[in-house]
C-alpha cells in the first residue's frame, strides 16, 4: 500500500521544491519536535501544495485528481514524520542508555585501579611475575577507564556541554603528568618517552590539554615497536598560543585513512584494541580550546599528531599551523 502511494505521488513533486519546502521542513520538524509537530507541518505543508495547485488550476477548478494527489501526499508526509520521530526516539534512548551503562562502569574500573594500586604500595607482591601481572592489570584497567571517560566527554563536548576553564600552566610539568599517566604501559614495551620546549608556560585548560596528549601518547603506544620512542615537542604558535607535537616511531597510517582518522569509529584498518573515540575526543577538545588538530604520517616511518591551541584573546592562531616544530 505504501508502495502504491509513493509510486501514485511521485509525479505530482517537483525533486527541488520537494526538497526545499516540503521534506527538509517535516523531516526537521518531526526529528526536534516529535510526533505531534511534525503532524501538524506535514499537514500544512500537503494544504500548501495543494493551494497552490488549485491556484494553478484556476477556473478550471479542483479535479478528484488533485484531490487523490493531497490525500497520497498526506499519506507520505505522515509517513516520514512516522519514520524520523521513531528513529530520533530510539537513537535518544540509546544514548541514555549508553551513557547509563558506561557511567556505571567508571566505579569499578576505578576502585580496581585504586585496589591495585594499594597492593603495589603496600609491597605485597614480591616476586617479579605477580609485579608484572599486577603491573598488567594496571595498565589495561587504566585504559578502560580512559575508554569510559571518552565515551562520556565525546558526548559532551559534542552537545557544547563541555565547560572550558583556562589557566596558565607549566608546560614541562603538564607533559611530565602525562607521562605518567602512560608509564607503566610505556615500560611493558621498553618504550622511551622524552619531551622538548622552546616556552616554558602557556594559557590552556589543564585537564583538557592533558586527556588530549594523554590520548595521543596512548595512540602512539598503541602502534610504537619495542623499544622505540615517543618524543613531544612543544612550541609557540601564533601571539601567544602554543603548538604541540606527538611523534612515533610506527608504521604511520595509510594515506586514505589520514583524512578521517578523527572521526568516530574510524580505524585504521588491521589494527587491534580501541573504538576510534579517543582521537575523536582530542578533536573535538582542541576546537573546544579554539584549536586545531591534524597529522603528518610517512609509511613506514611514523606519524606525528600536531595540535595547536590559541590563547584566549587569539583565536588566529588556531588557523597558523606550525609543522616544523616536530621533526
Avoid at 65 to 82: D, G, M, P, S, Y
Avoid at 160 to 179: I, N, P, T, W
Avoid at 254 to 272: C, L, R, S, Y
Wanted: hydrophobic residues 50%.
Amino acid at each position: 500500500m505504501a508502495l502504491a502511494i509513493l509510486i501514485g505521488v511521485a509525479g505530482f513533486f517537483m525533486p527541488a521544491d520537494l526538497l526545499i519546502f516540503y521534506l527538509a521542513p517535516i523531516f526537521v520538524a518531526s526529528w526536534y519536535g516529535g510526533w505531534r509537530v511534525g503532524s501538524v507541518i506535514s499537514i500544512y505543508c500537503a494544504l500548501a501544495w495543494f493551494l497552490k495547485e488549485a491556484v494553478i488550476a484556476g477556473i478550471n477548478g479542483v479535479d478528484a485528481v488533485e484531490i487523490w494527489a493531497l490525500v497520497a501526499r498526506l499519506a507520505v508526509f505522515l509517513l516520514i514524520t512516522r519514520i524520523a520521530s521513531m528513529l530520533h526516539h530510539r537513537s535518544r534512548l540509546q544514548t541514555e542508555l549508553t551513557h547509563f551503562i558506561v557511567h556505571d562502569l567508571r566505579s569499578p574500573i576505578a576502585s580496581a585501579i585504586t585496589g591495585l594500586h594499594t597492593l603495589e604500595q603496600m609491597g605485597s607482591v614480591t616476586d617479579a611475575s605477580s609485579k608484572e601481572m599486577v603491573s598488567l592489570a594496571l595498565v589495561s584497567n587504566q585504559r578502560a577507564l580512559d575508554l569510559v571517560n571518552s565515551i562520556l566527554d565525546v558526548s559532551k563536548l559534542e552537545s557544547g556541554k563541555m565547560e572550558v576553564h583556562y589557566d596558565e600552566v607549566d608546560l614541562a610539568h603538564l607533559v611530565d603528568q602525562c607521562f605518567a599517566h602512560v608509564a607503566l604501559w610505556a615500560k611493558t614495551q621498553s618504550v622511551r618517552l622524552a619531551h622538548s620546549e622552546t616556552i616554558a608556560r602557556a594559557t590552556v585548560d589543564p585537564a583538557l590539554t592533558t586527556r588530549i596528549l594523554s590520548n595521543l601518547l596512548s595512540n602512539a603506544l598503541k602502534f610504537s615497536p619495542d623499544e622505540g620512542l615517543i618524543s613531544v615537542s612543544i612550541a609557540r604558535a601564533g601571539r601567544d598560543g602554543v603548538h604541540f607535537a606527538v611523534q612515533d616511531q610506527g608504521p604511520g597510517i595509510p594515506p586514505e585513512h589520514v583524512d578521517t582518522i578523527f572521526e568516530p569509529f574510524n580505524q585504521v584498518k588491521g589494527t587491534k584494541g580501541g573504538t576510534g573515540l579517543g582521537l575523536t575526543f582530542c578533536r573535538l577538545a582542541v576546537q573546544a580550546q579554539g584549536g586545531k588538530i591534524w597529522v603528518e604520517s610517512v609509511s613506514g616511518k611514523g606519524t606525528t599528531m600536531h595540535f595547536v591551541i590559541p590563547h584566549p584573546q587569539d583565536p588566529a592562531a588556531a588557523s597558523k599551523p606550525v609543522p616544523e616544530a616536530a621533526s
